[in-house]
């Protein structure tokens, strides 16, 4: 079973506008990450929070994280068409490269 | 600087048959992970090598196996393929010292199974 969900399962906006996604996961971390996929292609990775963490920052992109509640979310603001991707979060419960996905919250983001 | 290479790039193979997939990590790393990424789906764990040997392994069966060589390159087979075996198959290398740090990706080996 996955660790992660994201929420939506799809996200359909128009340029200029922001995304926000989420993801549960189920069991305790250290850290949380969120990698980008362009139509089946490789993973990019995006942004790692620490648990000890509760807010992250990397260009336009902005990552909380609320350990208590076991959730975390991802914004990206001012929305390009580049940024049309399926978006993943992954958790390392164990801090030994053993990544868990979920099934990832797909973004288009038209002209 | 090269990142994670892998090869091939697209296979076919039939029901029963073995594959072998390579994986080349971003210079610098030691530690080399696989997932395998079904339609739709996110990519789930299947092992991780680290010193030439298998340090970590997900609910995959024994029909899959790796290997990691001195050069830390990777190679993941599977054995009696089925048809379920069809996905996107991620390499991803990383620096062990670094423990569950950021993990690079390979742009994948698309297997189909028919």
């Known amino acids: 079973s996955q660790q992660g969900e994201e929420d939506p399962q799809a996200l359909s906006i128009q340029e200029g506008e922001n995304a926000t996604m989420n993801c549960s996961y189920k069991t305790s971390i250290n850290n949380l990450q969120w990698y980008r996929q362009n139509s089946g292609r490789g993973l990019v990775h995006l942004i790692l929070?620490?648990?000890?963490?509760r807010e992250k920052h990397s260009g336009r992109l902005r990552v909380t994280l609320d350990t208590s509640k076991k959730s975390s979310s991802l914004l990206i603001t001012a929305s390009r068409a580049a940024d049309t991707a399926s978006y993943f979060c992954a958790t390392d419960p164990d801090s030994w490269g053993k990544l868990q996905f979920g099934a990832g919250t797909q973004v288009v983001v038209t002209p | 600087d090269a990142g994670v290479t892998q090869s091939p790039t697209h296979l076919i193979k039939t029901r029963g048959q073995q594959v072998t997939l390579r994986c080349s990590p971003k210079s610098g790393h030691d530690t080399v992970s696989w997932y395998q990424q079904a339609l739709g789906q996110g990519p789930q764990f299947i092992f991780q090598y680290y010193e030439e040997e298998e340090r970590q392994r997900g609910n995959f069966p024994d029909r899959f196996s790796g290997h990691q060589f001195p050069n830390y390159s990777s190679e993941l087979n599977v054995n009696a393929l089925l048809l379920g075996d069809s996905a996107l198959y991620l390499c991803?290398?990383?620096?062990?010292?670094?423990?569950?740090?950021?993990?690079?990706f390979g742009p994948g080996t698309r297997l189909t199974v028919l």
């Open positions: 929070i620490r648990s000890n963490e």
């Open positions: 991803a290398s990383s620096v062990e010292r670094n423990g569950g740090d950021t993990q690079y």
